[in-house]
């Protein structure tokens, strides 16, 4: 069975960084596409950043320049670097993953972030 453990989450002041994992069990061949999502109180769930096997990155425009996503393979897992938080980077944050050559979509239980004003 596939799971995903985030761990890392927090309350830091304003400007503090902060460091997610997520370590995937359960898979054979390991992953390919994996991102970290995030659910602000009383918002949708948006895209923070997604990491394709290869290295490739993409941010969601709110956190370019501050967050960094990097994964590793042998260790099927996948990080977060959060640096210069702010008060509007609260929210649950979520792994996701889909194993190599299927489409199935795997969700982390998720990890509290709090930045505190």
């Known amino acids: 069975q596939v799971r995903l453990v985030e761990s890392g989450g927090g309350l830091v002041p304003v400007g503090g960084s902060l460091r997610l994992s997520c370590e995937g069990f359960?898979?054979?061949?390991?992953?390919?596409?994996m991102a970290w999502y995030r659910r602000p109180l009383g918002k949708d769930r948006e895209l923070v950043a997604e990491?394709?096997?290869?290295?490739?990155?993409k941010y969601g425009d709110s956190v370019k320049g501050r967050f960094t996503v990097s994964r590793d393979n042998a260790k099927d897992m996948v990080y977060l670097q959060m640096n210069g938080l702010n008060p509007d980077d609260t929210g649950l944050y979520y792994c996701?993953?889909?194993?190599?050559?299927?489409?199935?979509?795997?969700w982390g239980q998720g990890t509290q972030v709090t930045v505190s004003s």
């Open positions: 996701y993953a889909i194993p190599r050559w299927t489409q199935d979509e795997y």
């Open positions: 990491i394709s096997r290869d290295g490739e990155a």
């Open positions: 359960g898979v054979i061949n390991g992953f390919g596409t």
